[in-house]
């Protein structure tokens, strides 16, 4: 009798034993560089992330490799701009030397280890401890013009002299009868000899030009036509060369428009041979014209005298 075959238990296959995925750090080059790369040549380069910013690179074949790259992260987390509504800040670290912008009101904000500290000079409403201007401002939209209009008839010279001059002269504060102010407009002067009719006024005829930078005098109608809308000084002044009788009245008006008067002196003789007066003008528009109209009554024709110091019509953007 023949044996039984011995029994056999579940076949057992072979584990394979699945060897971890190695990962390759790649850096991505460009054909010129490949040439110098030094990691072709088994160099380690420590200048990529070093050169501005001092991060930490590790050393080759260093085991605690990890520490330098954790040191690097903590510190980029305060050289990294944060960006975020400005409401949301609060939400942040105000790390000492961090930086915030606030995406929809521009304002800028540097940490200083515990309160994020807005710059002044950012955002919708700057503020600034002083400006400078190079050059005049173009026209009365700029905000250098509108910020200045309180102050500009006090920042002016003293229209006394030839020697006198916007280049010449720098004050703070300049009190006087008669003033122009330094930026671009016109000034016109000599009506020398001009004869002025008792009870009649008369448009001072001036022939001579001191300024006019924009081409407003005219010289048919004796007046002063502004090219630019905006805010003017307007100054003026008359010296009789006949001395006005005593009790006499006499005046000049500058007017603008042909009958709206903007500035008046007034004196009686035979006192005050020199009358002078200046005010500011708002809102002037493109187009209007200004001109020195003198009123007397002696019963005779007077005769207009001085010089450019003191018979002279300026009309000057603000």
């Known amino acids: 009798?023949?044996?039984?075959?011995?029994?056999?238990?579940?076949?057992?296959?072979?584990?394979?034993?699945?060897?971890?995925?190695?990962?390759?750090?790649?850096?991505?080059?460009?054909?010129?560089?490949?040439?110098?790369?030094?990691?072709?040549?088994?160099e380690h380069d420590d200048s990529a992330m070093t050169d501005n910013h001092s991060y930490n690179t590790p050393a080759k074949g260093a085991t605690d490799w990890h520490?330098?790259?954790?040191?690097?992260?903590?510190?980029?987390?305060?050289?990294?701009?944060?960006?975020?509504?400005?409401?949301?800040?609060?939400?942040?670290?105000?790390?000492a030397g961090a930086k915030f912008f606030a995406t929809d009101t521009g304002a800028t904000y540097i940490g200083d280890g515990s309160n994020w500290n807005r710059l002044a000079t950012s955002g919708e409403d700057p503020t600034f401890n002083s400006l400078r201007v190079e050059s005049a401002p173009?026209?009365?939209?700029?905000?250098?013009?509108?910020?200045?209009?309180?102050?500009?008839?006090?920042?002016?010279?003293?229209?006394?002299?030839?020697?006198?001059?916007?280049?010449?002269?720098?004050?703070?504060?300049?009190?006087?009868?008669?003033?122009?102010?330094?930026?671009?407009?016109?000034?016109?002067?000599?009506a020398y000899g001009q004869s002025v009719p008792s009870g009649s006024p008369t448009t001072i005829e001036f022939q001579n030009v001191e300024v006019d930078q924009r081409s407003q005098w005219s010289s048919s109608n004796y007046t002063i036509e502004v090219t630019e809308p905006g805010n003017?000084?307007?100054?003026?002044?008359?010296?009789?060369?006949?001395?006005?009788?005593?009790?006499?009245?006499?005046?000049?008006?500058?007017?603008?428009?042909?009958?709206?008067?903007?500035?008046?002196?007034?004196?009686?003789?035979?006192?005050?041979?020199?009358?002078?007066?200046?005010?500011?003008?708002?809102?002037?528009?493109?187009?209007d014209s200004f001109h020195l109209e003198v009123e007397q009554y002696e019963g005779s024709p007077l005769r207009i005298g001085g010089s450019r110091v003191s018979t002279y019509l300026s009309v000057v953007q603000l």
Not at 78 to 93: I, P, Q, S, T
Not at 236 to 261: A, E, K, L, Y
């Open 232 to 287: 003017y000084l307007v100054s003026g002044g008359i010296f009789w060369r006949d001395q006005p009788s005593s009790g006499t009245n006499h005046w000049f008006t500058v007017r603008r428009n042909g009958n709206v008067g903007v500035a008046q002196a007034f004196a009686e003789g035979p006192n005050d041979w020199q009358l002078q007066a200046s005010r500011p003008v708002l809102d002037v528009d493109s187009g």
């Open 1 to 42: 009798m023949e044996p039984l075959p011995r029994p056999r238990g579940p076949t057992r296959r072979p584990v394979r034993t699945q060897r971890p995925e190695r990962r390759r750090l790649c850096r991505k080059t460009t054909t010129a560089s490949r040439a110098t790369d030094s990691t072709a040549t088994g």
């Open 67 to 95: 520490a330098p790259l954790n040191d690097n992260f903590e510190r980029l987390d305060g050289d990294v701009e944060v960006r975020d509504r400005e409401a949301n800040r609060g939400d942040y670290l105000a790390k």
């Open 138 to 190: 173009s026209s009365n939209t700029d905000v250098v013009r509108q910020s200045e209009l309180s102050d500009k008839a006090d920042l002016v010279h003293s229209h006394s002299g030839d020697d006198i001059s916007p280049d010449t002269v720098s004050a703070t504060r300049v009190k006087a009868d008669t003033v122009v102010a330094t930026d671009v407009g016109t000034t016109v002067w000599d």
